[in-house]
């Protein structure tokens, strides 16, 4: 059985075959409009979303088939006490893939373990968010041409912002890649990161402080925003929130052709006057997110 766990589950070939099924979907939809006809796609978010969920849903109605779910674990049996595991050994039942996002850290992993299914990663705690990496490498490799010959800036919550981990763990695996992490001292990537992947892999990084050090250098500045629900209280939440702010002023110190990604939700640490730079590509990389979980989900369920 095919899971997605971490973004490491797919090899760098894997991942590209994945990545040119994402842009031939993006290029020929009718081609996959009944690809999935009778199959049913598993929506159990136990967690808040807007983008991930509504984004394989409508990859899958895109394909054809149905989905079922629910958009909050409150609403579910996990209510009166129902496991991960026994909640997809049931899905298993109604449905042929499931994606789950859950408040902890390894959930999925622990869903994958007992599924009869495919089950995909949507997002867990603050450790792992594969399919964000999958569409933010989507988003990359059509606007910059590569994934090799890269220096990006990851700013902002590092240290509770799982989309940036799973977006280290998959690019260290790329030639001459460099990463610039710039964060407040109290929000750096964790040690499983710092020592597990980057200095593991041999890839060369440097952390900074002010976003101002960096931008000059920068092909990618990929922003994050402060991860209110992972912070143990709200003086240190409010005291980080706005710690970064991109704006006008500060795009101006950045090369012409830089690309600004982020996965979103925004709150203010990118103001709303840079969406309409050219190198502001936070809302077509949401669009890219929908090719490249259609294409995933035709993967795990080989129909592609
Ligand atoms: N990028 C992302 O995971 O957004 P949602 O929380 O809205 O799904």
Redesign the pocket.
Known sequence: MNHIISPLDLSVEELDKLLDLANDIERNPEKYAHACEGKRLASLFYE??????LSFEAAMMNLGGKVLGFSDGGSSSATKGESVSDTIRVVSCYADIAAIRHPKEGAALVASMASQIPVINA?DGGHQ?PT?TLTDLLTIRSLKGRLDNLTIGLCGDLKFGR?VHSLIDALARYENVNFILISPEELRVPGYIRDGVLQKTNVSYREVVRLEDALAELDLLYMTRVQKERFFNEEDYIRMKDFYILDEAKMKLASPDMLVLH???RVNEIAVEVDKDPRAAYFKQAQYGVYVRMALILTLLEIA
């Open positions: 808040p979303s807007t983008r991930t969920r997002g968010h964000q989309t996965p979103l939700p």
